[in-house]
């Protein structure tokens, strides 16, 4: 019989279970060809009869072989030795030697270069509120009201791609009080997180080469996104009343989209001014381009009331709005909002069909509930008075500990723009920001083109007080030593 | 003051706040007017038979959300503005009537178009068809009494410490390794965590794949018939969608051998063929491996329905095999938990780990944490497990009380049964039946199923269907089946003889 032939001795000092004893040992009698392709194996009760071990071991054996692809079994007809062995293919080089080479995309060519040439990275710092402030207990609550079997709602629930037609109701009520935004729940579409509505965009109104007008410095990630699906970016120059618009008079081609942050450009913080916004629609208007009006933190002023939104202004429809709880509520819901004209309803619902035909009911119902029930104006109030405590603070703090020759004078968001006087050496700024912790980055990731030196970002929100403080006195004793 | 108050009702939500609910809403509809008086403590609890304290409560609540300020002695005001309010509403909603004369939108891209086109025809090709959705399992199963308890635990301030952890594109690193050490005992995929990757969407899945891997007029061999949503995903991108045919083996590697150029990336479903329910025989996966060494080729092996089998054989996936690094594994989680969670994911060929991760951060860069953090003791400690048995164990039982059905009463109508997939059989009607007589009578009789059509890319089949067993309620099945012949007889007959 073949198990005679093959030697199998078991040692059962080893303390291999005796099952993977056995496969090893068909398994290597297998490779070597000592047993056929297509040879039928002895029964189960036959191997465990001759190695005297049990049945349901011999069993497990077989199975084994069989989840690793030398063996098929077949009802009725026992088990069989695959005719086609794993790696034995001749015209293949041997198992450890295989190399894949990738050939890549335009687009995974254009992120691997960006990527080689260290202006991108899959993970980035997180910012965002701290979870312990959050409303944890209502939350909760929300969660247990719409997580249960087979409500109603879930089992007549077809999904939407532009999202739960409740909470569109409650975001985009709440968008027109708030921002003065002009919405209606069919122009809002909903999505699981931020990054897919640029993405989306680009590829829905650009064609590679086409031109997208960005704020210098402005957003990184929007910028990325934009290279990545083969735009080319015109900088335009920002100032103290926000987009220097006339430097778009300034372009050979008008842009097809323009990309700002009006009510607290990032990183400087600038408002768009009134007059500059008025400009920047005429020119939208007159050059048939879109502009994206990314809300991204507008929810946190700290003096007075806010400006309406861009979008709320733009008679003309031509304005993309996007806006996002992030900020907000980061740690347990990350829904990000987009606002489209008309033009564009249909378009992006064929589109999001495609990539994003549903977000988690549970977490959709229990944010509109969050937001008709109030708690999400509350959350917000709170966070704005408790973050401008801490801005304060910051400022304070910063006053004593550091010499700084600019501090951005705009009184909103969860950063600070601080520039330092030129005696401090960078090199030694980001040791001791490193030894220190301090929430503290360089705008340089802001720039396309050359940045600042000794410009920094200070993410204050998102920090206790006396952590923040703490972390400045290391960084200042690092600096100083 | 008079003021209609409505509380509604609502059990998890506490009396208080049910009537600050209503008095936001009563300020919100203007009626009751800024800076004006709100109504007495004394006077709302007459009226609405409240305890002080409660109102009291209601007020604070208000107070804190700036819809209502108190000035000592006078009494509680509605604030004279409201919160975000701007002092001017926003103008009238465009639509295309008032919109300026000059007004032109900015035309579509290329691709734009392309998207448009593939994504238009989805959504009228999608039927909803109910016991067809939630991944084909039927909703009472779905174990949320679990799956609330788990999120109501991690939804806690000792949580801090994960937030940070949010960053990683790829998923919390103990969820995927809870992922990695499922796929290794169910699947015999050893690949490990690093190469396993979250998603949100799972349409995402192989739009990233696509988008890394694939260029406009780049060929993809896509198993025909096969799953349409997939298909449309890859198509929207402007690839050539080239159709193989499909056996008992699973997919033809020697239709594949035959196309005029090799392809650069090869859809298929293993496990369970879609719509079929074939599975892919051991030396066809070895072939097909070869073949994609050898042309250079990615395989996406779409492990959908893998959970449930019955007394069909278990394979090794195509993954566990794959010593060519050519090999993307999908999966998700909707077998079990379709209603709450999304999730689902991706085990990447090693060429392929840290591309993926930087792709991934460009169209998700953050995962949901506290559904992550669920779905990690969800695996761990054997609940994913335990609901699929008890799930196959109920599927098992419909299956066999839809079979004995249709074995009964619709045997000469159909060609023999052949295996579907995990959740649904298919039917392939003699001839002499038309689809229109065989929808019509399924929906007289309340028989739940879809024509297979939106599954073929190119010539479609006519008198072939999906039939669903998930929902199939035991009791009744017999008597749904039996109403479907008999109209069905009834209708072919009349069609018949006005031929």
Same mark, same amino acid.
């Given at each position: ?86 790696? &034995? ?66 089992? &007549? ?7 739960? *037609? ?36 680009? %590829? ?36 103290? *009343? ?13 842009? %097809? ?21 008025? *400009? ?7 050059? &048939? ?93 709170? *966070? ?98 | ?5 409505? @509380? ?47 109102? @009291? ?66 959504? +009228? ?36 410490? #994960? ?39 799972? #349409? ?138 999304? @999730? ?62 249709? +074995? ?9 049964? +052949? ?44 008198? #072939? ?17 039996? +109403?479907?012949?008999?109209?069905? #007889? ?10």
């Amino acid at each position: 019989m073949l198990i005679d032939r093959l030697d199998l001795a078991l040692d059962p000092t080893s303390g291999v279970p005796a099952s993977r004893q056995v496969a090893e040992a068909l398994k290597e009698a297998i490779i070597e060809k000592l047993v056929s392709p297509g040879v039928i194996l002895p029964s189960v009760r036959d191997i465990a009869k001759a190695l005297d071990i049990s049945r349901s071991t011999a069993a497990r054996a077989i199975d084994e072989l069989s989840a690793q692809g030398y063996v098929v079994t077949e009802m009725g007809s026992g088990t069989r030795v695959c005719p086609h062995l794993p790696g &034995q293919s001749e015209e293949l080089p041997p198992r450890d030697k295989v190399h894949k080479t990738v050939h890549l995309s335009q687009f995974g060519n254009r992120l691997k270069e960006r990527f080689d040439a260290g202006l991108v990275t899959a993970k980035t710092a997180y910012v965002g509120p701290l979870l312990r402030e959050l409303p944890l207990s209502t939350w909760r609550e929300l969660l247990v009201r719409h997580c249960h079997a087979a409500s109603k709602e879930e089992s &007549q629930y077809v999904p939407e791609p532009f999202g739960y *037609q409740p909470l569109r109701e409650a975001y985009a009520s709440y968008l027109t009080r708030a921002r003065a935004v002009k919405v209606s729940q069919d122009r809002l579409i909903t999505f699981a997180s931020r990054n897919l509505r640029l993405d989306l965009l680009a %590829r829905l109104l650009l064609n590679d080469g086409d031109l997208v007008a960005m704020e210098e410095p402005g957003f990184s990630a929007a910028r990325e996104q934009f290279l990545a699906n083969g735009a080319q970016i015109a900088q335009i120059g920002v100032d103290n *009343q926000g987009l220097i618009v006339e430097q778009l008079h300034e372009l050979k081609t008008a842009p %097809r989209l323009i990309y700002v942050t009006p009510s607290h450009q990032a990183p400087t913080g600038a408002v768009m001014s009134m007059n500059r916004r008025k *400009q920047l629609l005429e020119y939208a208007a007159k050059n &048939q381009a879109y502009i994206i009006e990314d809300d991204y933190d507008s929810e946190f002023r700290y003096d007075g009331r806010p400006l309406p939104s861009l979008q709320g202004m733009d008679t003309n429809d031509r304005t993309i709005y996007l806006s996002c709880l992030w900020n907000a509520m980061a740690p347990v819901s990350r829904i990000g909002f987009m606002v489209v004209p008309d033009p564009l309803v249909e378009p992006l619902t064929a589109a999001k069909g495609l990539v994003e035909r549903d977000v988690s009911l549970v977490e959709q119902a229990a944010l509109a509930d969050f937001i008709n029930e109030g708690h999400l104006e509350k959350l917000i109030r709170k *966070q704005r008075s408790r973050y401008a405590v801490r801005r304060q603070n910051l400022l304070s703090l910063l006053a004593k500990a550091l010499d700084t020759a600019y501090i951005a004078p705009e009184s909103a968001g969860l950063s600070l723009l601080v520039r330092l006087n030129n005696h401090y050496e960078a090199a030694k700024i980001e040791q001791a920001i490193a030894s220190s912790q301090l929430p503290m980055t360089s705008t340089r990731s802001y720039y396309a083109g050359d940045a600042r030196d000794l410009e920094f970002i200070l993410a204050f929100a998102a920090i206790e007080e006396s952590d923040l403080a703490q972390r400045l006195e290391l960084f200042t004793a690092a600096l100083n030593a | 003051m008079a003021i209609a108050i409505y @509380l509604e009702y609502k059990s998890n939500v506490a009396l208080y706040r049910r009537l600050s609910d209503a008095l936001r809403k009563a300020i919100m509809e203007g009626r009751l007017k800024l800076g004006e008086p709100m109504p007495s403590i004394r006077e709302l609890s007459d009226t609405l038979k409240l305890s002080r304290s409660t109102i @009291l409560k209601a007020y604070e609540d208000l107070k804190t959300q700036g819809l209502v300020v108190a000035h000592s002695g006078s009494g509680t005001f509605v604030a004279s503005t409201l919160p975000g309010d701007l002092g001017e509403l926003a103008p009238a909603f465009l639509s295309a009537a008032n919109r300026p004369v000059s007004f032109k939108p900015l035309p579509l891209s290329d691709r734009g178009r392309t998207i448009f086109a593939v994504g238009k025809r989805q959504a +009228t090709e999608h039927v909803h068809v109910p016991a067809l959705e939630y991944g084909g399992t039927p909703i009472e199963l779905s174990p949320m009494r679990d799956w609330k308890t788990l999120m109501i635990k991690h939804c806690d301030v000792s949580r801090e410490e #994960q937030v940070a952890e949010m960053i990683d594109p790829l998923g919390l690193e103990k969820l995927r390794e809870a992922i990695a050490a499922y796929v290794l005992r169910r699947r015999s995929i050893s690949s490990g965590p690093q190469n396993v990757c979250i998603f949100g969407s799972k #349409q995402l899945r192989l739009e990233l794949i696509g988008r890394l891997l694939l260029n406009p007029d780049d060929i993809v061999a896509y198993e025909e018939p096969g799953y349409p949503e997939n298909r449309n995903t890859l198509e929207s991108m402007g690839v050539k969608i080239t159709p193989v045919a499909v056996d008992t083996e699973g997919l033809s590697v020697a239709a594949l051998r035959r196309l005029p150029k090799p392809p650069k990336l090869i859809y298929v479903s293993p496990s369970h063929q879609d719509p079929l329910g074939h599975v892919m025989s051991m030396p066809r996966r070895h072939e097909l491996l070869e073949y994609a060494a050898a042309t250079g080729a990615f395989i996406v092996e779409d492990d959908f329905d893998n959970e449930f089998r019955y007394g069909r054989p278990i394979l090794p996936s195509i993954k566990a095999l794959d010593q060519y690094d050519c090999v993307i594994y999908m999966a998700s989680f909707w077998k079990v938990l379709y209603q709450s969670l999304r @999730l689902s994911f991706v085990v990447f060929p090693d060429c392929l780990v840290n591309i993926g991760a930087l792709g991934k951060s460009y169209l998700e860069r953050h995962l949901p944490l506290l559904e992550q953090l669920a779905l990690i003791d969800f695996i761990n400690d054997g609940y994913l497990e335990k609901h699929l048995k008890q799930t196959q164990r109920v599927l098992a039982f419909r299956r066999q009380s839809l079979i004995l059905a249709i +074995t009964r009463y619709l045997k000469d109508m159909v060609e023999p049964l +052949t295996d579907g997939g995990g959740t649904h059989l298919i039917l392939n009607f003699q001839a002499n039946f038309f689809d229109s007589a065989i929808e019509q009578a399924a929906q007289q009789s309340g028989f739940n199923l879809m024509s297979t059509k939106p599954y073929y890319a190119s010539a479609t089949k006519n008198g #072939q269907y999906i039939v669903p067993f998930a929902s199939v309620d035991q009791n009744s099945i017999d008597n749904v089946v039996k +109403t479907f012949a008999l109209a069905l #007889q009834k209708q072919s007959g009349r069609s018949n003889d006005a031929n």
